[in-house]
């Protein structure tokens, strides 16, 4: 038996109950294969039993007390999945259907991710099931400190660093950080996304979904294109959404569509993204109230229509598994060339060989998402250094990266036989530098 295969199918039967955690493995695995094959000394090490295993994962209890008075139970999590190259680095998921298994995937797409960045951070992942949709803000204060209240003895500036996911936001990690200010009696970068005015940096708001669009723009620029005139639809109108369909909006592309976990809205005429952020960051409404306030927008009720709307660029920006095989041939069938991965495993291994098989270019979440945490990275370098950079400066700094990216994965792709195949590129490229530090240290 293949090696890659004897490991997925240890860690199948070791966890059976984890699917979304043996997705992504077989995503990673299965495209580390000729990797793999060219490094024997890998499989002598356990390197990828050992890849697969988390160093330390953490689970809690979250007791708090709602507006009513009553007590209320939610799991809190934080997996510690790889330090071989730097502090544990990822965020915190707070959404009702977090499990081990979400967070497990999410942590074990972070090592990868985090090291195609360049810079030196682990790979980790947290959360709850705690759901702060209709929650006031009090509610989610307290749900924040006693959250915090169990995790601040598991990170630490060098320990490890979270920061936002699904549901955590400016709000929460002002809270979290609140907390972990009060118990550690230290003001240091134990958490990023923080505001600007106790340690956060500019960009780091927009930096996912600009780094998702400066990477698309890198990818169509190699092959003599742009935004300019492209029609996009991008799923989600959270963080991630808002930003990606700002910046290609702002490159002179049309977004037409975009959703919540409800229904999506389709403006033909292109969304003003004024309008989305009013509702959605300040309102904390829903996408079907553009409608209301947009003539030229039609709302309709669930999700999955969303990918029946023909456009050039598509930009999956909400969740895991969003578009499925069926979803990925109606995108095709409209003529789709571009898809960028903003959410974190948007799409099925089955709807990627869709898109594969059809020529799409289609870019990864590790390297398109990486934006996010690569901008997490420069706050904590700016925390360390006591430093303010501008947002031209780290906005320089996010586009640098994230072109870097992009080749590195191209050649990877190329250098290993998979010309174009972004999936094993950013697999191999991101992996081979946690593998080299990994056997450094040692079986450890
Ligand atoms: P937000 O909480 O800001 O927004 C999430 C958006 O996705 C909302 O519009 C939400 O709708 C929608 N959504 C969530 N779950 C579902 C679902 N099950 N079905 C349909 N829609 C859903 O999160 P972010 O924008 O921060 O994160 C979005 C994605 O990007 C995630 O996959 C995250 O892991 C990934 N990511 C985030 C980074 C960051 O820096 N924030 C960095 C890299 C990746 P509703 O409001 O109705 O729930
Ligand atoms: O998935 C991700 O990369 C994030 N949610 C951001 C992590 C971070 O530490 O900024």
Known sequence: MHYVERVLSELKAKDPNEPEFHQAAMEILNGLRPAIDRHPEYEKAALLERFVEPERVVLFRVPWVDDRGTVR????????????IGPYKGGL???????????????????????????????????????????????????????????????????????????????EIRYLFGQYKRIANEHVGVLTGRGLTYGGSLVRTEATGYGLV??????????????????????????????????????????????????????????????????????????REYAERVKTAEYHEGCKGIWNIPCDIALPCATQNEIDAESAKALVKNGVKYVGEGANMPTTLE???????????????????????????????????????????VDAKLKNIMVNIYHNMDSAAAEYGAKGDYVAGANIAGFMKVAAAMLAQGIV
């Open 93 to 171: 998921r707070f959404h009702p259907s977090v499990h081990l298994s979400i967070i497990k995937f999410l942590g074990l797409e972070q090592i990868l991710k985090n090291s195609l960045t360049g810079l030196p951070i682990g790979g980790g992942k947290g959360g709850s099931d705690f759901d702060p949709k209709g929650k006031s803000e009090n509610e989610i204060m307290r749900f924040c400190q006693s959250f915090m209240t169990e995790l601040y003895r598991h990170i630490g500036q060098d320990t490890d660093v979270p920061a936002g996911d699904i549901g955590v936001g400016g709000r």
């Open 351 to 393: 709807g990627i060989a869709v898109f594969q098989k059809a020529g799409v270019v289609f870019l990864p979440a590790k390297a398109a998402n990486a934006g996010g945490v690569a901008t997490s990275a420069l706050e904590m370098a700016q925390s360390s250094g006591r430093l303010f950079w501008t947002f031209g400066e």
């Open 214 to 287: 400066y990477m698309v723009e890198e990818a169509l620029k190699c092959r003599g294109d742009g935004f300019k005139g492209k029609t996009v639809v991008v799923s989600g109108s959270g963080n991630v959404a808002i930003y990606a369909a700002e910046k290609a909006q702002s490159l002179g592309a049309k977004v037409v569509a975009m959703y919540d976990s409800n229904g999506y809205i389709y403006d033909k005429t292109g969304i003003d993204i004024a309008v989305v952020k009013q509702i959605k960051e300040v309102e904390r409404g829903r996408i």
């Open 73 to 84: 139970v939610n799991r809190g999590y934080r997996v510690q999945f790889n330090s071989a």
